[in-house]
């Protein structure tokens, strides 16, 4: 498969397909006029442009007022990104590096950075020939651009720096050699096109979302379980309570329910209890307002990467360059923080039903196993799910309610949306393992209701868990069986 860079609009689910099908990507014939024409313009400017301008002809930062010689103006954008590669801490997974690289190229086509084609194009085959420079997490506030991970992400243009390639880290410029591909002598304002930018933030926001959606649609159906399981009742399902108060997730939340048990045995059999706990009564006003705030952060973050946020901005038709602000994090910082708390409170409901199971009501034994005293059975998975809910509860203090002015107070407010960006995945991450361990316990429980069925995709999904994950009698070693349930949650096809 090969997509296309083009000015066209690109969803996340395109994103996705390009990732997951390994798709090659290529610059269409409209971004090539556009990246080619806006360098045309930005170097006939340098003869005449008879002023300072931000980034092109000055320095950087609180250097704004420093003018540079013509003669220098390459050493300038080399030195900006060796200077700027100041990045530490852990480094960002390889998946979403490739991402940055894809919003880099997409970012850079738009003909409104100044960029070379043959940088754009270097970005381009880095993505199609899985070469990934080391990007680190920690380094960027989210102001003026990610300009600690984009210096890194840059680097290997100019020979410099480290990739990963064909799973060993090595430098840039040894495979540069394999490649025969010679580092690129940056021109006036690329350093800037390159660095400034939100693709850290994008990478890490696309990401997020994209396995958001998946556990969202996962915590519906292992809530169902657990419903069954725990002889739950479909009253807070059924859409006569939604219409009352129709917020879209909650009335989705209620319908999908409906067709998740639709068949079921469980359901419909006859209830002692009047009510159940609020973690499942309430599940479609919860899950409801995740869904909710996911696809509002998935607007969010769509319109980002169809942006070009870099600084200053050059417009060829209009014959201007103008130093703004579109690099700044904030209008994804936010939303992402947003997600971070939706994410975590589905983790948090979780926990609840996990609890809910194993509390040895409603004829479910105690920690589901049969001889508990000299079995703890299902203890521990359930300290192990709270623990991580509060780690999350941790990790969603927004980090967009923080600022620290740098560069001499030139870049006075910023968004650290970097940061926002990194703990989103560490929150998304918890989910699934939280979600995994309400599954683990589900299934368990649902045995116990034997000889009774639930519906036929429950059924389905059960049958398919159990391949991978056995009924436990007595207590074994359980680490293995949660990591399996895990990577249960990465299969798609009842989603």
């Keep these: 498969m090969i997509h296309r860079i083009s000015p066209k609009h690109i969803t996340l689910e395109n994103l996705k397909e390009i990732i997951d099908s390994h798709a090659r990507i290529e610059l269409s014939p409209e971004s090539v006029e556009a990246i080619v024409k806006c360098r045309k313009y930005l170097d006939s400017k340098m003869d005449d442009i008879g002023r300072p301008v931000y980034g092109v002809t000055t320095g950087f930062g609180s250097l704004y007022n420093v003018t540079i010689p013509k003669e220098d103006l390459s050493q300038l954008q080399h030195n900006l990104v060796m200077s700027h590669a100041c990045g530490t801490g852990e480094t960002v997974r390889p998946e979403i590096v490739k991402i940055m690289l894809l919003l880099k190229v997409q970012n850079l086509s738009y003909g409104h950075s100044g960029a070379q084609l043959v940088t754009v194009q270097r970005l381009v085959d880095m993505f199609n020939n899985d070469i990934l420079p080391v990007v680190y997490q920690q380094g960027s506030l989210g102001a003026s651009g990610d300009l600690a991970p984009l210096a890194h992400l840059s680097l290997p243009l100019i020979g410099l720096g480290e990739v990963l390639y064909k799973g060993a880290v090595r430098p840039a410029a040894e495979v540069w050699k394999e490649f025969g591909w010679e580092p690129i002598r940056l021109q006036s304002k690329e350093g800037l096109a390159l660095l400034n930018g939100t693709q850290f933030m994008s990478a890490h926001a696309v990401w997020s979302v994209l396995k958001s959606m998946r556990l969202s649609r996962w915590a519906d159906l292992i ?36 067709e998740i048990l639709e068949g079921s045995e469980l359901i419909q059999r006859p209830k002692e209890h009047v009510q159940d706990p609020y973690s499942f009564r309430c599940i479609p006003q919860v899950h409801g307002a995740v869904k909710d705030n996911i696809n509002y952060v998935k607007s969010v973050i769509e319109n980002e990467i169809n942006s070009a946020t870099d600084n200053p901005n050059v417009f060829p038709d209009e014959d201007m360059v103008i130093s703004a602000g579109n690099f700044h994090g904030e209008p994804i910082a936010i939303p992402m923080d947003s997600l ?30 049969a001889k508990s005293g000299l079995n703890s059975g299902f203890m521990i998975p359930q300290y192990t799910a709270a623990s991580i809910v509060s780690q999350n509860k941790g990790l969603c203090w927004p980090a ?66 159990r391949k991978e994950v056995p009924f436990i009698d007595v207590d074994t070693y359980m680490h293995p069986l949660i990591e399996k349930s895990i990577t249960f949650l990465r299969n798609e096809q009842y989603i």
């Design 223 to 258: 809530g169902a379980m657990s419903l069954e399981a725990y002889d739950g009742r479909i009253e807070p399902f059924l859409p006569l309570t939604h219409l009352l108060r129709p917020h879209g997730g909650q009335i989705e939340t209620g319908k999908r329910f409906m």
């Design 340 to 369: 971070a708390i939706a994410m975590s409170e589905l983790s948090s409901i979780s926990e609840r039903r996990t609890y809910q199971l194993i509390h040895g009501l409603r004829g479910l034994p105690k920690y589901l196993v």
């Design 400 to 465: 967009s309610c923080d600022s620290i002015p740098s560069s001499q107070g030139q870049e006075d407010h910023v968004s650290m949306g970097s940061n926002a960006a990194t703990k989103l995945v560490r929150v998304v991450d918890n989910v699934e393992r939280v979600l995994a361990i309400e599954l683990f316990n589900a299934a368990q429980a649902l045995e116990f209701r034997r000889p009774a069925k639930s519906s036929p995709l429950l059924e389905r999904i059960f049958a398919d868990y």
